[in-house]
T-cell receptor, first 115, second 110 residues
């Protein structure tokens, strides 16, 4: 019963490097999203998708790209890593609109450090 | 002004005590409210939804005050296992966006 799977769990990057955080869910959920969590702040939405081929920006999208070619996968790309992107990243999925009683499920998180 | 604000704590309480804390939200059009629990270095997990009439789940009681735009969480008979950070979460008009507070840390000591 995998749920939402994120990889890698830990990553250290050098400034300017690019990388992709992978996220996959096996619940056939239409809605997927990426959040980042920084000390003293709540989780903030980076990008989200309401279905394959559809993505939209969240609160803090700069420096990140996403794509949704399949229902299962929602990778997050850091184009040119900056120290300000040091954070914990959570992928999440839901079966439908969150105001309609659908529960959101989070992955276990990816700890990213940019040096 | 942040969309969702919480007292960060920490609330340090002995086992068996009652602890309560609030969360305020700025968007009066917010529609759904939740408390999530987050353990150290773990993902957030849903603790309970918050309904207009108030609701209980075992030792946990959540209340919503729309007029003053806050929600509260009360934990009775605290257990060591209740030690965690409690996140206030609000959904506004965007059906797909959760707004999180920064969390209230509760430490229950023996």
């Amino acid at each position: 019963n995998a749920g939402v799977t994120q990889t890698p769990k830990f990553q250290v990057l050098k400034t300017g490097q690019s990388m992709t955080l992978q996220c996959a869910q096996d619940m056939n959920h239409e809605y997927m999203s990426w959040y980042r969590q920084d000390p003293g702040m709540g989780l903030r939405l980076i990008h989200y998708s309401v279905g394959a081929g559809i993505t939209d920006q969240g609160e803090v999208p700069n420096g990140y790209n996403v794509s949704r070619s399949t229902t299962e996968d929602f990778p997050l790309r850091l184009l040119s890593a900056a120290p300000s992107q040091t954070s914990v990243y959570f992928c999440a999925s839901s079966g439908g609109p969150l105001n309609s009683g659908n529960t959101i499920y989070f992955g276990e998180g990816s700890w990213l450090t940019v040096v | 002004r942040k969309e969702v604000e919480q007292d960060p704590g920490p609330f340090n309480v002995p086992e068996g005590a009652t602890v309560a804390f609030n969360c305020t939200y700025s968007n009066s059009a917010s529609q759904s409210f939740f408390w999530y629990r987050q353990d150290c270095r773990k993902e957030p997990k849903l603790l309970m939804s918050v309904y207009s009439s108030g609701n209980e789940d075992g030792r946990f009681t959540a209340q919503l005050n729309r007029a003053s735009q806050y929600i509260s969480l009360l934990i009775r008979d605290s257990k060591l296992s209740d030690s965690a950070t409690y996140l206030c979460v609000v959904i506004g008009s965007n059906d797909y966006k959760l707004s999180f507070g920064a969390g209230t840390t509760v430490t229950v000591r023996a």
